[in-house]
């Protein structure tokens, strides 16, 4: 009996410390307390180069595409610049570009599992 009186005594004891954790969030939340998110990308200037500083000219780039193929996204990774080509039978391509100089560094061909 005296098991069962001490079992009760600790439940009740964390249902009291559980309200209390819910009512502190609650009041946390209300408060007005917004935290910004982290960016899922973060952009950072080039060695030497100063905010709001007008860009560099730089000349066209032909980058070539696989036939038949539409780019999807772009995604700047560095100094280097990934396309996403969607084929076609769902062979997608992702393509690397040197920024600096407008190259394919490489590319990397997707096919469905079969």
Known sequence: MRALKIAV????VMIVVGLAVIAATIVGRLGGKTE???????MSLAPGAVPGAPLATFD???VP???GSR?????PAGDRLVLHLAGEGGRDVLMVLDMAGGRVLGSFLLEPAR
């Not at 780019?71 to 995604?75: G, S």
Request: glycine fraction near 4%; hydrophobic fraction near 50%; charged fraction near 10%.
């Open 9 to 12: 005594v600790v439940m009740g």
């Open 60 to 62: 066209p780039a032909n």
């Open 71 to 75: 780019l999807q996204q772009i995604v």
């Open 36 to 42: 910004e998110p982290e960016p899922a990308v973060t």
């Open 65 to 67: 595409l696989p036939a």
